[in-house]
Every structure is written in structure tokens, then in C-alpha cells.
């Protein structure tokens, strides 16, 4: 971990993701460790589009259907991340 507690950590876009993201990849820079940070904060960056996308209205949660991976692996919210992770995230393949 670097001097100032930060995370650099690499995010792919697949699917959906990428189309409404406009971009198949980012790095940011995250203070608190866990894949939920993440989330929120690309769900603030990425807009309604890429929050119905990722969320069930619903519910509040992540839908069911969305994968996302930490170093090759699904992981959930609670996952705590490392510097230098890369996550993935996927949308479904078949409708739901």
C-alpha cells in the first residue's frame, strides 16, 4: 500500500457495462478497501443508466445477476480489496 493509504485498483467493463461507461477500462483510487466502496463509487460517477444496470430498484442490491470478479475470482460487497486488484464487471449473458 502506497504512503498515502490509497488503493490503486483497475476496474474492467464488460458488456453493458462498457457500452454505457464508454470505456472497457479506468483505474482509481480508493481509501476505503472493500468492493463496496468501489461500487458506490462508480454508481455516483457512472450515472442512472449504469445504476439500473448494477442495482435492482427493487431491493437495493446488487442484481443478481452481476458478476463481479476480483482477480479473476466473484467475489461479494464485502470483499476487501488489495492494492493493485483488478476487478471485472459483467452483466448477464441471457436476458432475465
Do not use: C, W
Request: glycine fraction near 12%; hydrophobic fraction near 35%; charged fraction near 25%.
Amino acid at each position: 500500500m502506497r504512503m498515502d493509504n490509497k488503493l490503486t485498483i483497475g476496474v474492467k467493463y464488460l458488456g453493458a457495462f462498457a457500452d454505457t461507461v464508454r470505456s472497457k477500462e479506468e483505474t482509481f483510487e480508493l481509501a476505503v478497501p472493500f468492493l463496496s466502496s468501489l461500487v458506490e463509487h462508480l454508481l455516483e460517477r457512472n450515472g442512472e443508466k449504469f445504476r439500473f444496470l448494477m442495482m435492482d430498484p427493487s431491493t437495493g442490491e446488487i442484481r443478481g445477476g452481476t458478476t463481479l470478479l476480483v482477480n479473476g475470482q466473484r467475489r461479494g460487497p464485502q470483499h476487501r480489496l488489495s492494492d493493485g486488484d483488478e476487478v471485472t464487471l459483467l452483466t448477464p449473458i441471457a436476458g432475465g
